[in-house]
């Protein structure tokens, strides 16, 4: 049997490089993508156990260049069989003391980013799954989402609707793919301790983040990794259509 194809958007780094070893350790070829730094893409690609890994780039808030990014990862790789839809930004915003030009922006750029980026990806590979010879079945699309979808984020509000927009839209797609056998799940992590967090976790209000669960500390990316592993295979068809929460109880809904 051949390996599986994995495309992890935003694979660089953090929760992304996570994913893609965590993938690569279950037996999927994986291209790691980044927006720009191709570096540090490399230097996760060549890490991973296995073979046959890639590196794409390109802006996920840009059509095109997400058109250009999955067929890259379909050339490199031989196809896709998982997309791991990861990239996204987290941009400071409080309503209170944002300006107006800066408040549209941050919106657009967000949005872009968090929503139409998972969108246009979604499309490019169900393209790329419907068409190919051996057909979609058996495909999965995973999404990063957020719990701030559903506790909200003050200072972010942006992040947090275009998270709640990606749950949603994981759901429909759920519903649209099931016929050609693709499942579409996703994961609601919380606080997440990754490199671009430390700053926060280490300074002043790191305790109290901490404090948000029950079991006093933050995920740390493997387990993310791990539910989108398992999310990724044959085993987890019947979870189409969930976004699972991965918060350590932090927030029950």
């Known amino acids: 049997m051949n390996a599986r194809r994995a495309l992890v958007t935003g694979g660089s780094r953090g929760i992304g490089a996570s994913i893609a070893r ?10 790691v993508h980044c927006r720009a730094d191709t570096s540090a893409a490399d230097a996760v690609a060549a890490a991973l156990p296995g073979s046959g890994h890639a590196v794409v780039s390109g802006d996920i808030a840009d059509p095109r260049q997400v058109q250009e990014l999955v067929a890259a990862a379909v050339s490199a790789l031989g196809g896709i069989d998982v997309l791991v839809s990861n990239a996204g930004i987290y941009i400071h915003q409080p309503i209170a003391s944002t300006s107006y030009a800066d408040w549209q922006a941050s919106w657009r750029r967000t949005i872009d980013t968090n929503l139409h980026g998972p969108a246009n990806a979604a499309w490019c590979v169900t393209d790329h799954l419907l068409n190919r ?25 942006a992040y947090a609707a275009a998270k709640a927009a990606l749950h ?15 499942a579409v799940a996703a994961v609601a992590p919380g606080f997440v301790r990754t490199e671009m967090a430390e700053s926060v976790l280490s300074g002043a209000g790191g305790e109290a983040i901490r404090a948000q669960s029950p079991f006093g500390r933050v995920a740390e990316p493997g387990e993310v990794a791990a539910a989108v ?23 029950l809904r």
Do not use: F, K
Request: glycine content about 12%; charged content about 10%.
């Open 229 to 251: 592993a398992w999310l990724a295979s044959p085993q987890a068809l019947w979870a189409s259509g969930a976004v699972i929460d991965l918060n350590g109880a932090s927030h």
């Open 22 to 31: 965590a993938l690569a350790e279950s037996g999927h070829r994986v291209a």
């Open 133 to 157: 010879p051996e057909g979609p079945d058996g495909a999965r699309i995973i999404c990063i989402g957020s719990r701030g979808a559903y506790r909200g984020e003050p200072t972010a509000p």
């Open 168 to 182: 949603a839209m994981t759901q429909s797609l759920a519903v649209a793919l099931a016929p050609h056998g693709i």
